[in-house]
């Protein structure tokens, strides 16, 4: 029974900062690739960022890089994102994923253990 629980979403001006959370249950999290998907209203899913799996290499994409950092707490079996300088088109559900890969992709293809997803929305 191999489960991701995101949490940590809500409302947030833009310019401000959210950090998600992706827990893992059922397996060693560092056992696996973990990303970070995002979809927004009527938009296609799109890939975020990962972290590898035992490594610990991070990809971003470039909507999202220099501004969001992912990290992953073993201790906890969890899975961070850290989003700064928000912007309105960061708006969307996010969501978590694992995948066996021993790769950096963030093509939602390779992933085969999703998250229900959090809502984030940026907004004044």
């Known amino acids: 029974q191999l489960q991701l629980v995101e949490s940590g979403g809500g409302l947030v001006q833009p310019g401000g900062s959210l950090r998600l959370s992706c827990a893992a249950s059922g397996f060693t999290l560092n056992t696996y690739t973990i990303g970070w998907f995002r979809q927004a209203p009527g938009k296609e899913r799109e890939g975020v960022s990962c972290i590898v799996k035992v490594g610990g290499r991070t990809n971003y994409a470039d909507s999202v890089k220099g501004r969001f950092t992912i990290s992953r707490d073993n201790a906890k079996n969890t899975v961070y994102l850290q989003m700064n300088s928000l912007k309105p088109e960061d708006t969307a559900v996010y969501y978590c994923?694992?995948?066996?890969?021993?790769?950096?992709?963030?093509?939602?293809?390779?992933?085969?253990?999703w998250g229900q997803g959090t809502q984030v929305t940026v907004s004044s």
């Open positions: 994923a694992a995948s066996i890969l021993y790769s950096d992709s963030i093509d939602q293809r390779a992933y085969n253990i």
